[in-house]
């Protein structure tokens, strides 16, 4: 328990870290640029890769739970849910 503690603080901090250097590279962008069509375009551009990794990792997990959740009845399915979304 204590290993998967710390590994969900690990990827939570990375995350965080994530987040914080797309604000300052966001910052970077907007002080380099301003507003025009280069700097809107810079940002779709980066913005393509994070979309592209939610829908492969949301349609892989939903690969993976949606029939494994099936196969439970109604009271184990809930308990299944609750433990995948904690």
């Known amino acids: 328990?204590?290993?998967l503690f710390i590994s969900g603080l690990f990827v939570s901090f990375a995350l965080f870290l994530g987040r914080i250097?797309?604000?300052?590279?966001e910052l970077f962008i907007a002080s380099s640029f301003g507003v025009s069509k280069t700097s809107d375009?810079?940002?779709?551009?980066?913005s393509i890769?994070?979309?592209?990794?939610?829908?492969?990792?949301?349609?892989?997990?939903g690969m993976i739970l949606?029939?494994?959740?099936?196969?439970?009845?109604?009271e184990l399915a809930r308990i299944f849910?609750?433990?995948?979304?904690y």
């Open 81 to 85: 849910y609750l433990q995948v979304l």
């Open 41 to 46: 375009l810079i940002i779709v551009l980066l």
């Open 1 to 3: 328990m204590k290993k």
């Open 66 to 74: 949606v029939p494994e959740q099936k196969k439970y009845t109604q």
């Open 21 to 25: 250097s797309g604000f300052l590279r």
């Open 49 to 61: 890769p994070d979309v592209l990794v939610n829908l492969l990792v949301g349609g892989a997990l």
